[in-house]
């Protein structure tokens, strides 16, 4: 039967909604077209009609211009439908494509929660668990040894603060009471010297009228 009657070799492509707009968009330029030429002979008879005194000229012309009008409204008729329609078909590809776009961020989504499922299979919150608390206590032995390392040895855990500062006023007085007894052994004369020594003064001279003669 194939042979007798034949067959398509391969079947139509299917009509997207992106093809529906442009073949609409096409016939309403196409109408647009027709009416700016009706238009154009609308504006003739006008002038004519307007050169023309009443009678059956004018009247005739006044005939074909009406008949042109109601062409006009025809066509401007089916432009709006057309205008309806491509809102209509791009509202449709617009919620296809919206749509599209959700499928694929579901799909992206669930591959996303397997490949989660899968890795987090692989960890066991137990082990974790364990390995904190472990961390927790090392933590804890390494600060007790840190304290005890910084332990300072053979000082009394209590000292008083007042005892330290008199203590240290007196190493103070110590040291100028030191001080003062060096600079005064300095002074002091020699032990095997009997008598202090006298100071020398300057030998005065005598003036002329001091000398006796003899």
Known sequence: MNRIFGTSSSKKPQTTLQDVITQTDARSGAIEVKIKKLDGELVRYKEQMS???????????????????????????????LAQQTFNIESTALATENLRNTMATLDAMSQANKELRKQYGKIDIDKIESMQYDMEELLEQANEVQETLSRSYAVPDEIDEADLEAELDALGMEDE??????LADLNKAPDFIDEAPV?????????PEAIKTT
């Open 177 to 182: 009471e030191e001080g003062t007894s060096y």
């Open 199 to 207: 100071e020398m003064t300057e030998p005065s001279h005598a003036t």
């Open 51 to 81: 050169k023309l005194r009443s009678g059956p000229g004018k009247e005739a012309i006044q005939q074909r211009a009406m008949r042109t009008l109601k062409q006009k409204r025809m066509y401007e008729a089916q432009l709006a439908q």
